[in-house]
């Protein structure tokens, strides 16, 4: 799921241990605990505070953090991810497009064995978070072949984007490219969203979708 400290490079999103906490809805200490490998999801032990994640590796976490609200344990959770990375030849099979249609078969192949076991209760109860909860957040994300390129919080009518290829995977407005934290930061400062929407030169919709994305986001 984590591979590494990543470097901040191109194309790929970069995002903090807090932003991320943010994004997803959640804590820094979880995620922390999520990127370690004793705590049952693979990673590294978390490394300094500079550490940034990419965009595959926020919708990974994501992901995690949706089976965890539902009290999925992460014994479980590492045991489906391992099935589903070797069933899609994929390093980050929590963002591939074949979990939306396959996720079912993948709880069915998980095997029961190893230090960390899954018992066939938690792999169904696993499932049923899967196609109420899980698969519902898949249909938010747009591939390209089988990786996710492109992520719409709000859904795929919406103007909210996170894409890697577009300020490094920061939430923006789709159309005109304006982080949705400058939107929102100018409407809180005061201002109404007509007025902002003059200044940075978007419509008045692309305000009011950024305060709304922003305004969901965990303080």
């Not at 194309?11 to 997803?24: F, M, N």
């Not at 200490?29 to 590294?44: D, L, Q, Y």
């Not at 539902?70 to 991810?81: A, N, P, S, Y």
Request: charged share 25%; proline share 8%; net charge neutral.
């Amino acid at each position: 799921m984590i591979r590494q400290n990543n470097p901040v490079r191109l194309g790929v999103g970069s995002y903090s241990v807090p932003d991320a906490a943010r994004l997803i809805g959640t804590t820094t200490r979880e995620i922390r605990r999520w990127m370690n490998p004793r705590s049952g999801v693979a990673g590294p032990v978390p490394g300094p505070k500079e550490q940034t994640l990419t965009f595959l590796e926020l919708l990974e976490l994501h992901v995690v953090a949706l089976f965890r609200d539902r009290e999925v344990t992460l014994g479980t959770i590492r045991k489906v991810e391992k099935t589903a990375e070797g069933r899609f030849g994929s390093l980050y099979p929590f963002a591939a497009r074949r979990l939306e249609s396959e996720g079912g078969a993948v709880f069915a192949a998980s095997p029961d064995d190893g230090e960390r076991t899954a018992s066939t209760e938690e792999l169904n109860r696993a499932r049923q978070v899967f196609d109420s909860t899980v698969r519902p957040f898949l249909k938010k994300l747009e591939y390209d072949n089988d990786e996710a390129i492109r992520f719409w919080p709000m859904g795929r009518n919406e103007r909210v984007v996170l894409d890697p290829q577009r300020k490094f995977g920061k939430p923006i407005d789709y159309e005109t490219g304006v982080p949705t934290s400058a939107l929102y930061a100018a409407v809180v400062a005061g201002d109404e969203p007509p007025v902002v929407a003059r200044w940075f030169g978007v419509p008045v919709a692309a305000v009011r979708a950024a305060v709304a994305f922003e305004t969901s986001l965990a303080p």
